[in-house]
Nanobody, 118 residues
Framework: QVQLVESGGGLVQAGDSLRLSCVAS????????TGWFRQAPGKEREFVVGISRSTGTTNYADSAKGRFTVSRDNAKNTVYLQMNSLKPEDTAVYYCAAGPFYNQILIWGQGTQVTVSS
């Protein structure tokens, strides 16, 4: 079974950058869509950005446009989330997830904490 493992989170100051990584390992289907979601304390989990394995097309939430960039390296089974100009409101647990379609997410990583101080 495929597992997703995120890394790269941490504590940074406002205006700093972070790059998150999501590595898929194990045997099983490599789903086409990999997405990044986040959940802030007391809030519902929200979609941030997604990318297609087959076409490379991307889909950004409005909150991520202009500051976040998603990319992937299929040879390394890795999806990256480059986050620039971080704001305190970006503080959340960031999850990597995958599925055949954006509305059919089937597997999730354990999450990585991103904390942005003002």
């Amino acid at each position: 079974q495929v597992q997703l493992v995120e890394s790269g989170g941490g504590l940074v100051q406002a205006g700093d950058s972070l790059r998150l990584s999501c590595v898929a390992s194990g045997r099983g289907v490599r789903y086409d869509v990999t997405g990044w979601f986040r959940q802030a304390p007391g809030k519902e989990r929200e979609f941030v950005v997604g990318i297609s394995r087959s076409t490379g097309t991307t889909n950004y939430a409005d909150s991520a446009k202009g500051r976040f960039t998603v990319s992937r390296d299929n040879a390394k089974n890795t999806v990256y989330l480059q986050m620039n100009s971080l704001k305190p409101e970006d503080t959340a647990v960031y999850y990597c997830a995958a599925g055949p379609f954006y509305n059919q997410i089937l597997i999730w990583g354990q999450g990585t904490q991103v904390t942005v101080s003002s």
